[in-house]
T-cell receptor, first 111, second 113 residues
Framework: EDKVVQSPLSLVVHEGDTVTLNCSYE??????LLWYKQEKKAPTFLFML????IEKKSGRLSSILDKKELFSILNITATQTGDSAIYLC???????????FGEGTQLTVNP | DGGITQSPKYLFRKEGQNVTLSCEQN?????MYWYRQDPGQGLRLIYY???????QKGDIAEGYSVSREKKESFPLTVTSAQKNPTAFYLC????????????FGDGTRLSIL
């Protein structure tokens, strides 16, 4: 059975701090790993990672995948209150038919 | 605007009652998915469909049913057999092709009266 574990489950920081969110996985036939941000309603897509060691970057957010050690990290630099959200990690099998999600990390950024 | 529309946003169910959650997309996506999210937990897959008139059970299909008669629509029925239906329900869709992410609707929050 595929499994995704995120840590920490919750995190409280001050504006301007840098945070690192972790995601480890066990999946039989790995195809990709995805990060989503969920504020109140729909999760919004952040990154899709398929290859080890290649950093994906979007503004203050970046992510990297290690397929040998089976984990990914999501970094957020110079955090802002608008970064407060649940960050979800999911893995996709080679069939491409479904995602398995972790529990999510609840990030709170205080002014 | 293209997107995924879920309705209603809030729904209340009485004991013994079946309710149906709507999910419509105008993105011309082939695959559609239903997830359940409980407080403090991630998303769990209920059902998914990759083509019209075909669907598969996910990890927690018991007490739920779906249909896929049209490409744009994937309604979810929460039956009376689902004993703990209170949750946030999210619908997603994606196009076929390699490395395409799923996109989500705004969800329906279901509560028991």
């Amino acid at each position: 059975e595929d499994k995704v574990v995120q840590s920490p489950l919750s995190l409280v920081v001050h504006e301007g701090d840098t945070v690192t969110l972790n995601c480890s996985y066990e999946v039989t036939n790995f195809r990709s790993l995805l990060w989503y941000k969920q504020e109140k309603k729909a999760p919004t897509f952040l990154f899709m990672l398929t290859s080890s060691g290649i950093e994906k970057k979007s503004g203050r957010l970046s992510s990297i995948l290690d397929k040998k050690e089976l984990f990914s990290i999501l970094n957020i630099t110079a955090t802002q209150t608008g970064d407060s959200a649940i960050y979800l990690c999911a893995v996709e099998e080679t069939s491409g038919s479904r995602l398995t999600f972790g529990e999510g990390t609840q990030l709170t950024v205080n002014p | 605007d293209g997107g995924i529309t879920q309705s209603p946003k809030y729904l209340f169910r009485k004991e013994g009652q079946n309710v149906t959650l709507s999910c419509e997309q105008n993105l011309n996506h082939d695959a559609m998915y239903w997830y359940r999210q409980d407080p403090g937990q991630g998303l769990r897959l209920i059902y998914y469909s990759q083509i019209v008139n075909d669907f598969q059970k996910g990890d927690i299909a018991e007490g739920y049913s779906v249909s896929r008669e049209k490409k744009e629509s994937f309604p979810l029925t929460v039956t009376s057999a689902q004993k703990n239906p209170t949750a946030f329900y999210l619908c997603a869709s994606r196009t076929h092709g390699s490395h395409q992410p799923q996109h989500f609707g705004d969800g329906t929050r279901l509560s028991i009266l």
